[in-house]
Each structure stands twice: as C-alpha cells, then as structure tokens.
C-alpha cells in the first residue's frame, strides 16, 4: 500500500520570499506519480504539479517547482515569490501505475505574511 | 468547462435523517470519485466509477453509505441513516481515461449531521 507523508502541519512565509514544503511517501512500485495539490479557502482542490517518477527533470510550473529525490522518496514543493493568494493547504498525493487511487498526506497549511 | 458541480453546497441534517449527495462529473470524463475529507482522516477515497460502473468501493466505510452513477453525467452518494460521525466535507471528483490524468475536484460538500 502507498503512503504519504507531510511532517509539516502548518508553514509561514513572508510575501515574495520562498518556502519548500516537504513530502515523503513509501510505494513499492517502480513506477508511479507524485501530486501537489492546492486547497485554498474556497475549499476546491486545484493541482499545482505532477511529476512522474520515471523522469529524472524536476517538473516546474512557474512559480512552483519540485525537489524529487526517488531514492529518498522525498518529493518537495518549493513556491518561489509568494504571493498572498499562495496561503491554503497544499496536499502532496501519489498514484499508482494502472490505478486510479489518489493517496493523499495530511497537507501543511501555508501562511503568507504581508 | 463548467467544471466537476456539486450540490448542495452545504447540508444540515439530524441523525438518522438520509442524506444525498449530488455531482456532475466534466463532460467525456469517465472516472468519477467520491472522497470525504475529515480533520482526523484527511482525505480518503470512498468509491470510484469508470464508464459509470463501481470498480472499488472498499473506501466505503459502512452500509449506510451508497452510491450510484445512473448515467455519464450524474452520480449520488446516499448515507442512510446519517450519524454526527459523517459530518465532513464529501468531494467529487472525476478525469479523463487517459494514463494517470489528473483528477479535477468539486467544490465539495460540507455535510453537518447534528
């Protein structure tokens, strides 16, 4: 069974400054996807960025990049600038190959500072 | 792109009352999911479809939870009879059937059972 792991409950950064959030997870596939996804107020889930594990390039889209360590199974979320609109739960998730079963961590909760 | 819609938006009931969740999945999605998302759990995957008929429902957590897709376009989660203990926010969620696309969220359900 895959598990996700986010040690960070709650995280704090000023505007325009960089922040990673942290995310371990633990598969026995050799193959398989790794999500972030963006909850903010609202409360809808919005994917920020995928990866997949077979590619060594970390993903990045704009302002959001990924540190994916496979051999750690450490799969990081750095936003770059923050922004105001930046500050929700940011959830880390992983898919199996040949499945359609999202798992998802617990999710660290992002505040920008003004 | 209307989106995956849910309604309603919120619900209050008392328990023992029967509740039913609604959803409209994208148009020519053939995945849909039902998660629930509680404080203690986090999110977890109740049901999903594909081609409107049930692949795992292990995620449902008892009988009084159901579900059904009677066509492309409409799906239900019915919980009979509700406790103080289903009070979560319920998401659908649905995606197209190519390999691994990413599942693209409601706006969520937010059930209080008193």
């Known amino acids: 069974a895959q598990t996700v792991t986010q040690s960070q409950p709650e995280m704090s950064v000023q505007e325009a400054e960089t922040v990673t959030l942290s995310c371990t997870y633990d598969?026995?596939?050799?193959?398989?996807?790794l999500f972030w996804y963006k909850q903010p107020p609202s409360r809808q889930m919005i994917l920020v960025i995928r990866q997949e594990a077979y590619k060594q390039q970390n993903a990045t889209e704009n302002r959001f990049s990924v540190n994916f360590q496979k051999a750690a199974k450490s799969f990081s979320l750095k936003i770059s600038d923050s922004q105001l609109g930046d500050a929700a739960m940011y959830f880390c998730a992983t898919l199996a190959p040949y499945s359609q079963k999202l798992v998802f961590g617990q999710g660290t909760r992002l505040t920008i500072n003004p | 792109d209307a989106g995956v819609i849910q309604s309603p938006r919120h619900e209050v009931t008392e328990m023992g009352q029967e509740v039913t969740l609604r959803c409209k999945p994208i148009?020519?999605?053939?995945?849909l999911f039902w998660y629930r998302q509680t404080m203690m759990r986090g999110l977890e995957l109740l049901i999903y479809?594909?081609?409107?008929?049930?692949?795992?429902d292990s995620g449902m957590p008892e009988d009084r939870f159901s579900a059904k897709m009677p066509n492309a376009s409409f799906s239900t989660l019915k919980i009979q009879p509700s406790e103080p203990r289903d009070s979560a926010v319920y998401f659908c969620?649905?995606?197209?059937?190519?390999?691994?696309?990413?599942?693209?969220f409601g706006n969520g359900t937010r059930l209080t059972v008193t």
């Open positions: 969620a649905s995606s197209d059937d190519r390999y691994n696309s990413p599942l693209h």
């Open positions: 148009s020519g999605h053939d995945y």
């Open positions: 479809f594909n081609n409107n008929v049930p692949i795992d």
């Open positions: 598969t026995s596939e050799s193959d398989y996807y």
